[in-house]
T-cell receptor
């Protein structure tokens, strides 16, 4: 079993839709939860990160972490064609832990059509 | 700042040939990483260097070697390329030594082995 599981999609939605992207994980030692966005033929870039459980909002994007269920989500409100990309979840342990590097999900390919 | 740069951008090799992928960062980061990205597999860590002078194996190190030449540069070598090494290779860096929640990625090298 991989440390981090993510449905690869693809996911196709109309402009303006609310998008929900999810990952599950198996190691309870993960403390930092990230979402990276990767445009076609580019390197990934950090979109949002959350420490431990809870919600974090940044504009149209909301990240949620439920550590009790080992489940994280990214919501995109009022989705735009420019949001079309692959979204990768990633996780890391605390400083000094053996999980100090990033563990990535497979990525979900999202297309928002006008 | 150029961030993370990788050369070459594209490469075609014949089975058994060797090559070195170059990576450099100008952000004074301590840690550097090499990933490969294959369809449906997500990002898989090949090798990483938590600080200058150290390297460690990641998830898929077989068939690869690395050199942390100095703080800025981290190269990946394929000694005898195989078709299974056809992939997109990303180099990344992060600020702290041996721990990260944010990595900065280069644009990638698209490698085809025939």
């Amino acid at each position: 079993q991989k440390e981090v599981e993510q449905d690869p999609g693809p996911l196709s939605v109309p402009e303006g839709a609310i998008v929900s992207l999810n990952c599950t994980y198996s190691n309870s030692a993960f403390q930092y939860f990230m979402w990276y966005r990767q445009y076609s033929r580019k390197g990934p870039e950090l979109l949002m990160y959350t420490y431990s459980s809870g919600n974090k909002e940044d504009g149209r994007f909301t990240a949620q972490v439920d550590k009790s269920s080992k489940y994280i989500s990214l919501f995109i409100r009022d989705s735009q064609p420019s949001d079309s990309a692959t979204y990768l979840c990633a996780m890391s342990g605390d400083r000094g832990s053996t999980l100090g590097r990033l563990y990535f999900g497979r990525g979900t390919q999202l297309t928002v059509w006008p | 700042n150029a961030g993370v740069t990788q050369t070459p951008k594209f490469q075609v090799l014949k089975t058994g040939q060797s090559m070195t992928l170059q990576c450099a960062q100008d952000m004074n980061h301590n840690s550097m990483y090499w990933y490969r990205q294959d369809p449906g597999m997500g990002l898989r860590l090949i090798y990483y260097s938590a600080s200058e002078g150290t390297t460690d194996k990641g998830e898929v190190p077989n068939g690869y070697n690395v050199s942390r030449l100095n703080k800025r540069e981290f190269s990946l070598r394929l000694e005898s390329a195989a078709p299974s090494q056809t992939s997109v290779y990303f180099c990344a860096s992060s600020e702290e030594s041996g721990w990260t929640y944010e990595q900065y990625f280069g644009p990638g090298t698209r490698l085809t082995v025939t």
